[in-house]
C-alpha cells in the first residue's frame, strides 16, 4: 500500500531470531528473493557474543540471513543487520527496531545514502526548547508570528512533561536561503517568549544545564524528595557528568532531612515538609554540606494520594540556591505521579538555568 504513493519505504522491526520476529521472511516473500547467511554479518555477531562473554547459538546464527539482493547495512550495536533494496521504482529500507540501534543506524548510514540519492531538495530543522508554559497559551503567544511564517516553513508543537518544542522546518533546493528563513523566523519569535525560552537547540534540559555547569567550571548537587533522585539519575545520564555533579541526598523522611540535611525540625513541624521554608534549607544546606556552588531541592506531594485540601496532590516546591541567593517556586502539577516527578525535576534545571545564566565567577 506504502509503495502505491511513495519513493521510500523506512520499515523498523522484526529483524530478532525469534518466531515473532517474520520481517524477513516476509520481505523475502514481497520481493521474490531468498534468504542467505551473510559471511560479514555472521563475524559481526560472533565478535559482538565474543566482546560480551556470550556463547552463540544456533538463532544468533540466523540472525546473519539477509536477502540475497539486498544491500546489507551493518549494525554497530547490535546483531540484527539492516537491509536497502529496490523494486519497482521504490527504495525500501529495513532497520532493527531496538530504538538505539535504529537511530544510530539511520543517523550514519541510512541518512548519508539518501542524502546522496536526494540531492536536490534540502530540509532543515530547528528545533527550541520551551516551558513555563501550557501549549493553548504558547499558541495564542505565538500566533501572529505563526500566522506570518513564509510557505517554506513549517512549525510543529512537541509537548513532552513540562517542556514544549518548538520545531521549525524548511524546505527547498537552497540551502543558504532556508537557512537565512529559519535563522530571521528565531531572531522575531525569540523577543516574544521572552524567559519561556529555556534553549535554542535540540537538547534536554539537563544536557542544557550539564553545558553550562562545564563551561563556568561549577558544581552543583541535589537534595531532592519528591523526585526520589529522578534529578541526580538526569544528570549522571551525561558522559563527564563528575565534572559538575557532586552528589545527592535523597531525602524521602523527615528524619532524613533533620538528620543529614540539618533542616530545622520546628520548620517542618510548623510549615510541613512541602513549604518554602524547608525546601529553601534543603538546597542551601546541601550545598553547604557538599561544598557545591549550587544546590537543588524539591518537596511535595507526588500522588496520586496524600494530598490535603491545603496543598493537593502535584504541590511541589522547588529551590535552587547559588552563593548569592535562592530562588523557590511553588507549582501545581496534576494528579499523575510519574508526570509530577518528571516535570518538577524539568523546573528544577529550568531554574537553575536562569540563575547559571546570569552567573559570573
Known amino acids: 500500500e506504502a509503495s502505491q504513493r511513495v519513493q521510500l519505504v523506512l520499515i523498523t522491526g522484526g529483524l530478532g531470531p525469534t518466531k515473532d520476529d517474520i520481517t524477513k521472511k516476509t520481505l523475502a516473500e514481497y520481493m521474490g528473493d531468498h534468504l542467505i547467511s551473510d559471511p560479514e554479518t555472521l563475524r559481526n555477531i560472533e565478535d559482538m557474543m565474543t566482546a560480551r562473554n ?36 521504490v527504495l525500501y529500507v529495513s532497520m532493527p527496531g531496538v530504538p538505539f540501534e535504529m537511530k544510530t543506524m539511520m543517523q550514519y548510514e541510512i541518512l548519508p545514502r539518501l542524502q546522496q540519492l536526494f540531492n536536490g531538495q534540502f530540509i532543515q530543522h530547528k528545533t527550541l526548547l520551551v516551558t513555563g508554559i501550557p501549549e493553548s497559551a504558547l499558541a495564542l503567544m505565538i500566533e501572529k508570528w505563526e500566522d506570518n511564517l513564509p510557505s517554506s516553513i513549517a512549525l510543529a508543537y512537541l509537548p513532552s512533561s513540562g517542556i514544549i518544542r518548538l520545531r521549525l522546518t524548511g524546505n527547498g533546493t537552497d540551502r543558504n536561503k532556508i537557512d537565512q528563513q529559519i535563522s530571521q523566523a528565531v531572531s522575531e519569535l525569540r523577543p516574544i517568549l521572552g524567559l519561556h525560552l529555556l534553549s535554542e537547540n535540540d537538547e534536554s534540559p539537563e544536557q542544557l544545564v550539564a553545558k553550562m555547569l562545564t563551561e563556568k567550571k561549577l558544581m552543583v548537587a541535589t537534595a531532592e524528595s519528591c523526585t526520589g533522585g529522578n534529578i541526580a539519575r538526569l544528570l549522571t545520564s551525561i558522559s563527564g557528568s563528575s565534572a559538575y555533579y557532586m552528589g545527592s541526598i535523597v531525602a524521602y523522611s523527615n528524619d532524613v532531612k533533620i538528620k543529614m540535611l540539618q533542616v530545622k525540625a520546628s520548620d517542618i513541624e510548623q510549615h510541613g515538609a512541602v513549604s518554602k521554608e524547608v525546601v529553601t534549607q534543603m538546597a542551601e544546606n546541601v550545598c553547604r554540606l557538599m561544598g557545591t556552588d549550587f544546590g537543588i531541592a524539591t518537596s511535595g506531594v507526588a500522588g496520586p494520594t496524600g494530598g490535603t485540601p491545603e496543598k493537593p496532590v502535584g504541590t511541589v516546591w522547588v529551590a535552587v540556591a547559588s552563593p548569592s541567593k535562592t530562588i523557590t517556586e511553588m507549582f501545581r502539577f496534576g494528579n499523575n505521579r510519574e508526570n509530577n516527578i518528571q516535570r518538577a525535576s524539568t523546573a528544577a534545571f529550568r531554574m537553575l538555568a536562569e540563575q547559571l545564566s546570569s552567573f559570573s565567577l
Open 54 to 89: 556470550i556463547a552463540m547459538n544456533p538463532l544468533n546464527v540466523k540472525q546473519a540471513e539477509v536477502l540475497e539482493h539486498a544491500t546489507v547495512i551493518r549494525n554497530s550495536c547490535g546483531t540484527a543487520p539492516g537491509m536497502w533494496f529496490q523494486k519497482d521504482q
